[in-house]
């Protein structure tokens, strides 16, 4: 790890950049064969109707209302120590959001018709009353962001070298000159605050609301419980911790010093909300093994025994939680910012494995009828989801173009601090 | 509770299913996707074979499992879209124009009887051959059913051959604990099921 030439620095950087083209490549095949072909090419069965995409959608959502609600430290409770992050919390948290609403658009089966919901309107379906507050939330995001970097795009579509750039940032400034030393007025600071206030419960209903699609299915008791949304949100504030944290170490200019006394801090918050987390699913899992109810305890069966075991010992457990954990709160480590860097990118992969295992192993239990205490703790194999090679593809492809998004965002946008002079144009 | 009452003076449309008849020979499942033009690997009505026991004291009982036009639906609770609504006569229907393919449904509902069919992007489910019951005709797996252990009909009409064998055979529905009020009576389906649980 200590290779801070900057050769290998620059090899690293093409390498990944070469993964992300490949990913992208493979990806947008992907999403074309799904658009072209129909959702005929993901692999749903009648009994498993949702599969990763359904999860990665969860995961997304999850990141961006995590996301918010960290950046709400900064803008309601006006903690000082993580203010350098804020921006870059709001745009992580604006560009997962878009990656899980495209997400949502490619696994729904007739995307063409996903606005119908506002005008085929439901008033009983929390899916419905998802959309609805997906769309305040995407306003209230955006709204708040862009008042933070206003002045700070001012300064750039005046300052900036390249033409093509100072006209994105002339309209993203909404054509208002420049004034030097003008910095953020009282009403903007009040209007961040208000918008940053109603965004806490709206992004806790964007993200506690996702959970609740799910707890309100009494077909499957692993999800039909009222702690289905607090685990979503508190893992989603873990996983949108780590990411911050990750991206702070590895794509901010911030001064080391900085970083030095924010770092520790993000991951160690991120590491309790994770821990918090797992106690959670413990306590699930013990309410579960207490029960005894067939069609409940298969679930977990599933889950840490079934065919895909490794999705929760190996990511969900194993990276996810022990590794990062050890390695944010030992006292050999928990000083170098590189390794948070590395350990949050664990938790927030781990996180995956979470997602994974909320959506798909309830759905492979075989059931039907009240019956399934005579089934013999079988899990249904012919019912079994096995996610396609295009489901696979089609979910590279969205990451894929939702981290060229947030690499162009780093570029382009104004997230540090403003006046600090850190920000150049490229 | 109002629709449930106003459903007394109005047809409800349901089945009864003679468990001590079915064979399990699969012939509704073929007369189904012949009639509804299913598509391959779906089905919308299907039979759920559980095996119980130990050699030689083996159990089997073979169900089938179709919509069961509960008057309490979860599936049309859940739609965002209403594309799935039910009926005044208590049949559940899919309006394919509007459902948007999200599958909400399908995870919602607790029998298994939805399908998405992957050809069109959205949800389909069987509507006991409304077609055929708008002609007068019974749907198209009671039909095929070569044990008659399949009847259909208005369950409000206590001289219609449904009603009669739900009346004169001991029955039970499927999940009754979830609170659907499930239109499908199974008979003897208890006596089954303990069976199924003797060691």
């Known amino acids: 790890m200590k290779s801070d030439s900057p050769a290998s620095m620059k090899r690293l950087k093409l390498a990944a950049v070469g993964a992300l083209t490949a990913a992208t490549v493979i990806g947008l095949l992907g999403l074309a064969d799904r658009f072209a072909n129909g959702i005929g090419v993901a692999n749903f069965t009648s009994i498993s109707p949702w599969g990763i995409w359904m999860s990665m959608y969860i995961y997304f959502i999850g990141l961006s209302a995590g996301s918010f609600l960290l950046s709400s430290l ?27 609403l495209s997400l949502v658009f490619v696994d729904v089966g007739r995307p063409e018709r996903i606005f119908r919901v506002l005008w085929n309107w439901s008033e ?3 899916l419905a009353w998802e959309v609805l507050f997906y769309q305040v939330y995407i306003v209230v995001l955006c709204l708040e ?12 579509a005046h300052e900036a070298k390249n033409p093509l750039l100072r006209y994105v940032y002339r309209i993203l400034s909404i054509g208002r000159p420049y004034t030097p030393g003008e910095s953020q007025s009282a009403g903007e600071k009040r209007m961040v605050r208000i918008l940053a206030i109603a965004g806490v419960p709206v992004a806790l209903g964007v993200h506690g609301g996702t959970g609740l699609i799910f707890a309100v299915l009494k077909a499957h008791p692993y999800w039909y419980t009222g702690m289905f949304p607090i685990i979503f949100i508190v893992s989603a504030m873990a996983s949108g911790g780590a990411l911050l944290t990750f991206l702070t170490v590895f794509f901010t200019r911030l001064d080391a010093e900085v970083k030095k006394t924010l770092v520790p801090a993000l991951a160690r918050l991120t590491a309790i909300i994770l821990l918090a987390d797992m106690f959670l699913l413990a306590l699930e899992t013990f309410l579960a093994i207490y029960g005894n109810m067939p069609d409940h305890t298969l679930t977990f069966e599933a889950i840490f025994a079934g065919p895909y075991w490794w999705v929760f010992w190996f990511f969900e457990f194993g990276l996810g939680t022990v590794a990062p954990v050890t390695l944010i709160l030992s006292k050999w480590t928990r000083g ?25 192993p309830p759905l492979q239990i075989s059931w039907a009828g009240g019956l399934v205490e005579t089934f013999h703790r079988t899990l249904n194999t012919s019912a079994g989801y096995t996610p396609s090679f295009n489901e696979w593809m089609s979910t590279v492809g969205v990451i894929a173009i939702g981290a060229w998004a947030g690499l162009a965002g780093f570029r382009i946008l104004p997230l540090g601090l403003s006046g600090d002079g850190k920000e150049k144009e490229s | 509770m109002a629709e449930t009452e106003n459903r007394k003076d109005g047809p409800r449309y349901g089945f009864f299913v ?33 095996e119980a026991g130990r050699h030689p004291n083996v159990r089997r ?10 008057l309490k639906p979860a599936c049309v609770q859940v739609c965002p879209t209403k ?7 208590g049949l559940v229907v899919v309006n394919p124009h509007i459902c948007i393919g999200c ?23 069987c509507h006991y051959c409304m077609h055929r019951l708008e002609r007068g005709m019974h749907p198209a797996c009671m039909e095929a059913c070569p044990t008659a252990a399949l009847v259909f009909g208005n369950l409000n009409d206590p001289d219609d051959p449904a009603s009669v064998m739900v009346e004169r055979h001991p029955t039970q529905v499927l999940k009754p604990e979830f609170g659907t009020v499930p239109s499908g009576f199974y008979r003897n389906l208890d006596v089954r099921l303990a069976e199924l649980n003797e060691e």
Request: with cysteine.
């Open chain 1, 74 to 100: 900064v803008y309601v409770f006006g903690v000082k120590k993580f203010e350098p992050v804020g921006r870059i919390a709001l745009f992580q948290a604006l560009v997962c959001l878009i990656a899980g």
């Open chain 1, 124 to 126: 009983s379906s929390v």
């Open chain 1, 145 to 156: 962001l862009w008042i933070l970097m206003r002045r700070d795009l001012e300064r750039l």
């Open chain 1, 336 to 360: 170098n910012v590189r390794v948070l860097g590395a350990a949050s990118a664990m938790i927030f992969i781990g996180v995956i494995g979470v997602r994974l295992n909320i959506v798909i």
């Open chain 2, 18 to 50: 003679d468990l001590d008849r079915c064979t399990g020979c699969g012939a509704c499942m073929i007369a189904c996707k012949a009639e509804n033009d299913v598509p391959p690997g779906v089905f919308r009505i299907w039979l759920k074979e559980i």
């Open chain 2, 61 to 70: 009982l073979v169900l089938p499992l179709l919509c069961n036009m509960c």
């Open chain 2, 83 to 89: 594309a799935t609504f039910q009926l005044p006569d």
């Open chain 2, 103 to 125: 599958r909400y449904c399908m995870a919602a509902c607790p029998y298994g009887v939805r399908y998405m069919n992957p050809n069109t992007g959205h949800v389909e489910k």
